[in-house]
């Protein structure tokens, strides 16, 4: 990868020594922070002192090292890289035991269960298996330097871990593995309301494009296991296809290097991650656009933005605003007047955010839905200012987090702009800038909205946009003021600027579990037949069933003879008591006094309002206040099956009690 320039020997092993010393001596931090929390007396646990003596042995011995190396590195060093030479097939034997190691670790049920949410430990596994990946990399390919060898074992080891992580989401458990888990595979049955239900029902509200691409496994009465691959691979597949999409623009010709930087785009775009929606208009536009032909420059803009005016308020101007960067990055000023030169980049915009508009209003007459006002809420919802900084909600803070992650890139962007300023006019890199800048606060905006600030998805549009200037400036694939001058394929970038841009998404990504879920086929059974003879207990009396949650069960066919109440799905009831919608909230409440439903299917209900400190307290408190007090002052709990997020609540008789 001659794109880097590498570090001298000396600089590269001490930074090695550093690292490693780094992380033992947190690690040791994170148990003895780990020990006080479980009341674990350290002068009588062996095992927790043996733990902690090897990270305090690693430490020494990497500052050992580190002294040793101030009076005779070359000999240190020459020493350790000797190491290199040795038969090629124990290189792919260790290469294969290092890329296994860091997923067999923390799979580990003792491993997570101890210690999973330790983040030092977890890195200082990742970076000793990264280690000896290194060493294997380099016995297999010795022409690699050694910085290259673990920069490419780096990335091959954390696609493999993205991998394995998002395997286990797919799985044949009957009911939800997360808060709103199988809404996604309810919302997209609305589309086939007809086939699946008997009956055309309003198509949904919030992430329409979302649902629309996960319906397609209705179309084969697929099952539930079915459902979930297809979201895993839509999520994999269609970030995994901007890569090739920019690739194709970048016009990279060493394989090498394609490669490797597909592997890091991939793991950055999935950081956040990107939503998979967003991925289509992204993909038309770095597939269709053209700055050079108008057809195809119009054709590309107008379909993103439909497509983005149908997903998200917030991406109206995303499909206009990546448009112009692209024009900007490819089409020099040339001494052009300021107003010619903007015209199309400025009419892509103001057109396209328009077209957003039209698409969506569009969407809302079509959809069956009475109340236009119902696809807005999340404009009135409140802001909540303190999740900028480090919160019980994200222990980063939203703001120090995506300044964390965009620090390393903007850096190189920097040296890149400031290396090459003879090439770019004002006007262009202002635009850019001014681009990126809207599309970061817009992210901002919207994480700090209730319901949101838990990650950094909602910056998913900045990040894509990031990725696309960066790219453009690394391998010098835009167009300079003197197009008879043209750069070479690479702008080398030091070693230490690369591996602080790939270890970003890494960091992130190594904080993930690989965790498999494990039921027992037969109790799920049983909990079903319980639901369906609930089910047609009530049908027997005419009466009439909710399902808040669980809704799947009804669109896949695992419970049969339910008439499906529209209303009231649970995404749907958070964000309107999220949004405190209070004509919303009030006919709600008016249905749960008057006991229209017989039954109602939710999770178990637990009335407990948070103190701010906690994590999603306004959320909680939200949907404590608007939704689960009145059902709970008008139905009883009457079934429980708790391992499995499923209560069945039947009306109270008598005198009402409240919570």
């Not at 109340?371 to 919160?391: G, H, V």
């Amino acid at each position: 990868m001659n794109f880097i320039t590498p570090p001298s020997r000396r600089t590269f092993w001490r930074v090695i020594l550093v690292v490693t010393a780094a992380l033992s001596l947190l690690s040791i931090f994170d148990l003895i922070n780990l020990a006080a929390k479980l009341d674990v007396n350290l002068s009588t646990q062996i095992s927790w002192q043996a733990g902690i003596a090897a990270l305090a042995m690693l430490t020494l011995l990497a500052l050992l090292g580190l002294g040793v190396s101030l009076r005779s590195g070359d000999q240190l060093w020459g020493r350790i890289e000797a190491l290199g030479f040795i038969q090629k097939r124990i290189g792919i034997v260790i290469i294969v035991a290092a890329l296994m190691g860091f997923p067999l670790v923390i799979s580990n049920s003792f491993f997570q269960q101890i210690l999973g949410g330790e983040a030092w430990v977890r890195l200082l596994v990742f970076w000793m298996f990264a280690l000896a990946g290194m060493w294997g990399v380099k016995i297999f390919r010795n022409e690699l330097s050694w910085s290259v060898a673990l920069i490419a074992f780096m990335l091959c080891q954390s696609v493999l871990l993205l991998l394995l992580i998002n395997i286990p989401s797919v799985t044949a458990y009957p009911f939800s593995m997360g808060w709103s888990e199988t809404s996604r595979y309810y919302y997209p049955s609305l589309f086939l309301s007809h086939k699946i239900f008997g009956e055309q029902f309003g198509l949904p509200i919030l992430h329409p494009t979302l649902h629309f691409l996960l319906a397609a496994p209705y179309l084969f009465d697929a099952p539930l296991w079915a459902h979930r691959f297809w979201q895993t691979f839509l999520r994999l597949a269609l970030a995994g296809l901007i890569v090739p999409a920019l690739m194709s623009r970048l016009a990279i010709q060493d394989r090498g290097v394609k490669i490797f930087a597909g592997m890091w785009m991939i793991l950055f775009l999935l950081m956040g991650p990107i939503y998979l929606h967003l991925t289509i208009p992204v993909l038309i536009l770095l597939w269709g656009f053209s700055p050079h032909s108008s057809t195809r420059a119009w054709v590309a803009v107008l379909l993103a933005s439909l497509w983005a005016g149908t997903s998200r308020v917030n991406w109206y101007v995303v499909p206009g605003m990546i448009a112009a960067v692209l024009y900007l990055l490819e089409v020099p000023f040339n001494g052009k007047n300021f107003w010619r030169y903007i015209f199309k980049p400025a009419s892509w915009f103001f057109v396209g955010t328009l077209t957003a508009f039209a698409s969506m209003q569009v969407y809302i007459a079509f959809s069956g839905i009475p109340n236009p006002e119902d696809f807005f809420t999340s404009l009135s919802s409140p802001l909540l200012w303190y999740r900028l900084l480090p919160n019980e909600s994200y222990a980063f803070g939203i703001l120090p987090a995506a300044l964390f992650v965009s620090l390393p890139m903007w850096i190189v962007l920097y040296a890149q702009f400031r290396s090459c300023r003879a090439d770019w006019h004002p006007v262009r890199i202002l635009f850019i800038l001014a681009a990126l800048l809207a599309l970061f606060v817009g992210g901002l905006i919207v994480s700090l909205k209730i319901g949101g600030g838990a990650d950094l998805h909602n910056l998913d549009a900045y990040f894509t946009m990031l990725l696309i200037v960066f790219s453009y400036l690394v391998f010098a694939r835009y167009t300079p003021e003197d197009q008879q001058k043209r750069t070479a394929e690479f702008i080398p970038l030091p070693w230490g600027n690369v591996m602080s841009v790939i270890v970003i998404p890494i960091l992130f990504l190594t904080q993930s579990n690989i965790a498999f879920k494990t039921y027992d086929p037969s109790r799920t059974d049983a909990v079903l037949q319980s639901l369906q003879a609930n089910v047609d207990e009530v049908n027997a009396d005419g009466g009439e069933i909710l399902f808040i949650t669980q809704r799947h069960l009804i669109s896949m066919g695992m419970l049969h003879d339910v008439t499906l109440v529209p209303e009231y799905e649970r995404e749907e009831l958070m964000e309107m008591a999220m949004s405190n919608n209070e004509a919303f909230l009030a006919h709600f409440k008016q249905e749960m006094e008057s006991q229209r439903f017989d039954l109602i299917v939710v999770d178990p209900l637990t009335f407990k309002i948070l103190a701010r400190r906690r994590a999603f307290s306004e959320e909680n408190n939200a949907w404590v206040r608007g939704i689960m007090r009145p059902i709970l002052c008008n139905y009883h709990l009457e079934e429980s099956f708790p391992q499995d997020g499923v209560a069945l609540y039947t009306p109270q008789e008598g005198e009402r009690v409240c919570p």
